[in-house]
């Protein structure tokens, strides 16, 4: 069993950067693709961004491109979604999610992963 826990959520003001983690725990996810997902009130879980197991691919949303920045820290156990440019329409839940499936096209949608964290709360002001 994987343990996902997110951190770093919090209220910024549009423009200003936030920096998520995941931590993981119950046994290395070095072997594991590892995704960002968020949740708006009302709203479906959407796909933000994805890294492969070795880190030398990563994958993002159209909406966030350019803006965000997904990395991991294998030795920490440890996947980060740096946050820049925020905007008020990236207000939602961010969850983490861990996937064993090497099948990148998989990857996009929540039914691909096996492990999910709690969820960690971003709210940006305009």
């Known amino acids: 069993q994987v343990q996902l826990v997110e951190s770093g959520g919090g209220l910024v003001q549009a423009g200003g950067a936030l920096r998520l983690s995941c931590a993981a725990s119950?046994?290395?996810?070095?072997?594991?693709?590892m995704g960002w997902f968020r949740q708006a009130p009302g709203k479906e879980r959407e796909f933000v961004a994805v890294?492969?197991?070795?880190?030398?691919?990563?994958y993002y949303a159209d909406s966030v491109k350019g803006r965000f920045t997904i990395a991991r820290d294998n030795a920490k156990n440890t996947v980060y979604l740096q946050m820049n440019s925020l905007e008020p329409e990236d207000t939602a839940v961010y969850y983490c999610?861990?996937?064993?499936?090497?099948?990148?096209?998989?990857?996009?949608?929540?039914?691909?992963?096996?492990?999910w964290g709690q969820g960690t709360q971003v709210t940006v002001s305009s």
């Open positions: 999610a861990a996937t064993r499936v090497v099948v990148a096209s998989t990857w996009y949608h929540p039914n691909g992963y096996d492990y």
């Open positions: 119950g046994r290395s996810v070095s072997s594991y693709a």
């Open positions: 890294i492969n197991w070795t880190g030398t691919n990563t």
